[in-house]
């Protein structure tokens, strides 16, 4: 069966790390989390106690990134490692919400990512959800999703997503994050967040993570089907 790049767009909060996740063991396919990614550099300069809105400072401190996965086949688990250590859970503090879309909006950033990703996604076969995945990494790519969602859901997924790491943090800071990270993905000069003109919308708002997939499957087997 012939093999596709599917790109998973949209804003967070949406479940689109979690739709393509699952899509993926679904269809045998490996998924990397793009925005895991920028999270890790992200963690990386707080660690390092670097000012991640000091330009200058954060492409000095890409030589010392190393940025790979470590997947599961039989589990479809794939960690992130920064500098050969697992770094999944960190990635998902508060502080680094707060602090990568400044880094995220770096064009040396960007360009240091989007080469790894296209390196990932040479052999296809592979899931990838981010901001710019059908419009910038695989503007190729044979089935691109835009997901988006109510900011009241959104946020209600994010919330549950923290308090499953043992962070206290309250609905209104959530959603002031979320609006945020909107504003600053949609106007960043760099790659900014935008639905692909092919892309097929997906709103989540009142969607179940497995009717988001079985959603996105079906339209996946059919764009393969397509191909021959």
Same mark, same amino acid.
């Given at each position: +069966?012939?093999?596709?790049? #599917?790109? #998973?767009?949209?804003?967070?909060?949406? !479940?689109? %790390?979690?739709?393509?996740?699952?899509?993926?063991?679904?269809?045998? =396919?490996?998924?990397?989390?793009?925005?895991? +990614? =920028?999270?890790?550099?992200?963690?990386?300069?707080?660690?390092?106690?670097?000012?991640?809105?000091?330009?200058?400072?954060?492409?000095?401190?890409?030589?010392?990134?190393?940025?790979?996965?470590?997947? &599961?086949?039989?589990? !479809? $688990?794939?960690?992130?490692?920064?500098?050969?250590?697992?770094? @999944? /859970?960190?990635?998902?503090? +508060?502080?680094?919400?707060? $602090?990568?879309?400044?880094?995220?909006?770096?064009?040396?950033?960007? /360009?240091?990512?989007?080469?790894?990703?296209?390196?990932?996604?040479?052999?296809?076969?592979?899931?990838?959800?981010?901001?710019?995945?059908?419009?910038?990494?695989?503007?190729?790519?044979?089935?691109?999703?835009? +997901?988006?969602? @109510?900011?009241?859901?959104?946020?209600?997924?994010?919330?549950?997503?923290?308090?499953?790491?043992?962070?206290?943090?309250?609905?209104?800071?959530? #959603?002031? *994050?979320?609006?945020?990270?909107?504003?600053?993905?949609?106007?960043?000069?760099?790659?900014?967040?935008?639905?692909?003109?092919?892309?097929? #919308?997906?709103?989540?708002?009142?969607?179940?993570?497995?009717?988001?997939? &079985?959603?996105? =499957?079906?339209?996946?087997? *059919?764009?393969?089907? %397509?191909? !021959?």
């Amino acid at each position: +069966m012939k093999k596709i790049i #599917i790109a #998973i767009d949209g804003h967070a909060g949406c !479940g689109k %790390s979690t739709t393509a996740k699952l899509l993926a063991k679904k269809l045998n =396919y490996i998924f990397i989390d793009s925005g895991a +990614m =920028y999270r890790a550099i992200t963690l990386y300069l707080l660690q390092q106690n670097i000012d991640t809105e000091d330009t200058k400072e954060v492409i000095n401190t890409l030589a010392d990134v190393d940025i790979s996965f470590s997947f &599961d086949s039989e589990t !479809g $688990n794939n960690d992130i490692l920064l500098n050969k250590k697992s770094v @999944s /859970h960190e990635i998902r503090s +508060m502080s680094v919400n707060q $602090n990568v879309s400044a880094v995220s909006s770096i064009k040396e950033v960007r /360009h240091f990512l989007v080469a790894k990703q296209k390196d990932i996604g040479a052999k296809k076969g592979i899931v990838m959800d981010g901001r710019d995945i059908g419009t910038v990494v695989f503007p190729d790519a044979e089935l691109k999703i835009f +997901m988006t969602a @109510s900011i009241e859901a959104r946020a209600e997924r994010r919330l549950a997503e923290i308090k499953n790491q043992d962070i206290e943090v309250n609905k209104e800071e959530v #959603i002031k *994050n979320l609006r945020e990270r909107d504003h600053k993905d949609s106007t960043r000069r760099e790659s900014p967040l935008r639905k692909a003109e092919d892309a097929i #919308i997906f709103d989540t708002s009142s969607l179940t993570i497995d009717e988001q997939v &079985d959603k996105a =499957y079906l339209l996946a087997l *059919n764009v393969i089907d %397509s191909l !021959g």
